[in-house]
């Protein structure tokens, strides 16, 4: 995605969150058809999550923060995910959360960043999570090291590359070893498979930008 100003892209993108969002419609998009049927809405008993999305401008490309995730066995490891996690009882806000799992899995000083709004809650059956994406700017590109227990890789595409290609591809998972199913994904030029719940949530993110005048 380009823009031509980075500040009239924040104001419009800050004002657009504080309306209404697309929300399940666009999870739609990126939800395997196999798992379609399965219960989307989080029940009392489900673990609250923060993410971070951190967009950022190059030239006049806005680019994002994902992370891959380390094989420790869990139900999403390995996977790309945006920097995020579980809140603690200490966490004042889902905001708070997201930005505290941020300084740990990639070391993101939040100094120069600024809170613009969240995305549309997701429920994750697989883990009990309910998601809440917390969308960020700065004005410039973060320096960033990843959590050797927690982070394989950062990767840092524009958003041009992370929409230019979605597709239907085999995908694994942790949760059931040695089983896949075919699942909407969106490929970066490296051909990273972006799927998931993170994917999902990006759906919603492409949509809210192509909203933006």
Not at 120 to 139: D, T, W
Not at 165 to 188: R, S
Not at 193 to 211: F, P, V
Request: hydrophobic share 45%; proline share 6%.
């Amino acid at each position: 995605m380009k823009f031509s100003s980075w500040s009239h892209f924040v104001q419009q993108l800050e004002l657009r969150l504080s309306q209404t969002l697309p929300g399940f419609a666009a999870h739609l998009k990126m939800i395997p058809e196999s798992r379609r049927g399965q219960q989307m809405l989080a029940g009392d008993d489900a673990r609250q999550s923060g993410v971070l999305i951190l967009l950022y401008p190059v030239g006049d490309q806005v680019h994002i923060v994902l992370i891959e995730r380390t094989n420790d066995g869990g139900a999403h490891s390995g996977q790309i995910a945006l920097p995020g996690g579980k809140r603690e009882s200490f966490d004042e806000t889902i905001v708070a959360t997201a930005l505290r799992e941020a300084a740990e899995e990639v070391n993101l000083d939040a100094g120069a960043l600024r809170i613009l709004g969240i995305l549309s809650p997701l429920y994750i059956p697989v883990s009990n999570f309910e998601v809440h994406p917390v969308v960020a700017v700065m004005p410039h590109q973060p320096v960033l090291e990843g959590s050797a227990f927690e982070v394989a890789r950062i990767l840092e595409p524009s958003l041009a590359e992370v929409f230019a290609i979605h597709k239907e591809a085999k995908v694994y998972t942790n949760a059931k070893p040695g089983q896949f199913w075919k699942a909407p994904v969106y490929q970066l030029p490296d051909e990273t498979i972006i799927w998931g719940a993170t994917a999902m949530i990006l759906s919603e993110l492409s949509d809210i930008l192509d909203s933006l005048t």
